[in-house]
């Protein structure tokens, strides 16, 4: 064989090395003078709002290339709109990130026409849990599990069926009796305040550090049930864990169940189409950020706590959500309807 033949023949072999060599090296750099966006399913104004932009401000730093990192917010069906649109109409380069409602993960195990499959999504990590209550607002609002029962009815808002609050106010109606009267189409939780103040709901279910610190603070809140065994510090007694009122084991297992999303309350994904190495790029982009101390500073200031995931804490935890048992995931579709 002459040199030219040999040659000829070793070039695509070293031009494969080549290129296999090159690209972690093409990935990192992938990310120099482009645009991240951290699309919320929400309006501005709301915890996962706040989350998700905090967050986004320090996100840029640890991303080789340190591109910009901008937060777009696209409010609709509770945040189910945002999940579609990740592999429907937005770039699938590794380019956009979403934050979103995780009660959704529990909705599309009980009711299949939701079609969303959170297992093909690629998960970020999680920021926080979700340390959920149940509250009365003002003078004359609930203010204990009790007292929630002696009333006529108690109004809730909610952007759609299958967001966290949704499932709160929901498990009280159903699973307890509670009288509890539910409102769906709210933009988001901005929105629910105000018609709180305005006297339009009385109270509400949502996540503790969500609330507004001037609510806690003048006490015109009044916790009386929580959601994760867990209480911080900063949550009153009075907020009882709901287990605690289950009348059998059975029940405590749909309570388990329904309340399971809460452990990935500030969840962060990306299309399951983004690119793998991109994807470890993020992945690492994102622990590195829950680690931040300038991150961590900013969440402080504004009393949103930090308990974050990693992607395969995230992935084993809607993995086992998936695999509850068909008589749990039965009972908890009452929930729905």
């Known amino acids: 064989m002459s040199r030219r033949s040999f040659a000829f023949l070793l070039l695509p072999l070293l031009l494969g090395c080549g290129a296999a060599m090159s690209t972690p090296a093409a990935a990192e750099d992938f990310y120099r003078g482009k645009t991240v966006t951290v699309v919320i399913g929400f309006t501005p104004g709301g915890g ?6 905090t967050m986004a401000l320090h996100l840029g730093k640890h991303i080789p290339g340190n591109p910009t990192v901008v937060a ?13 649109a990740l592999d429907a109409t937005l770039a699938t380069d590794g380019t956009v990130i979403n934050v979103f409602n ?10 299949p026409t939701v079609k969303v499959d ?8 999680v920021i926080s849990a979700d340390f959920r209550i149940c509250y009365g607002y003002g003078p004359n609002g ?9 009333r006529q009815q108690f109004i809730m808002g909610s952007t759609a069926k299958g967001a966290g609050n949704y499932i709160n106010g929901a498990t009280l109606r159903v699973v307890f009796k509670a009288p509890v009267r539910q409102i769906v189409g709210f933009p988001g939780s901005a929105e629910q305040r105000i018609a709180i103040e305005r006297g339009e709901l009385d109270g509400d279910c949502g996540s503790f550090h969500s609330i507004s610190p ?4 003048d006490k015109k809140i009044h916790p009386f049930v929580r959601f994760t065994e867990r209480r911080l510090p900063e949550i009153p007694e009075s907020a009882v864990y709901i287990n605690s009122f289950a009348k059998s084991e059975e029940q405590k297992k749909l309570l388990d169940f329904l309340n399971a999303a809460d452990d990935v309350g500030r969840p962060v994904i990306m299309s399951g189409r983004v690119p793998k190495d991109r994807v ?16 961590l500073a900013d969440m402080k200031k504004q009393q949103l706590p930090v308990t974050p995931l990693t992607a395969t804490e995230a992935e084993h935890e809607v993995a086992k959500m998936t695999d509850a048992p068909p008589n749990i995931v039965a009972l908890a579709k009452k929930v729905f309807e």
């Open 214 to 217: 001037a609510w806690v603070r």
């Open 118 to 125: 959170f297992r093909k999504y690629t998960w970020m990590g």
């Open 142 to 150: 609930v203010k204990s599990w009790d007292e929630l029962f002696k």
């Open 102 to 111: 995780p009660g959704f993960i529990t909705r599309s195990i009980v009711d």
């Open 280 to 295: 470890a790029i993020l992945r690492k982009a994102f622990d590195a950020t829950m680690k931040d101390p300038a991150f």
């Open 48 to 53: 996962f709002d706040r989350n998700a932009r």
């Open 72 to 84: 777009q917010n696209m409010p609709g069906a509770g945040s189910l709109t945002s999940v579609r």
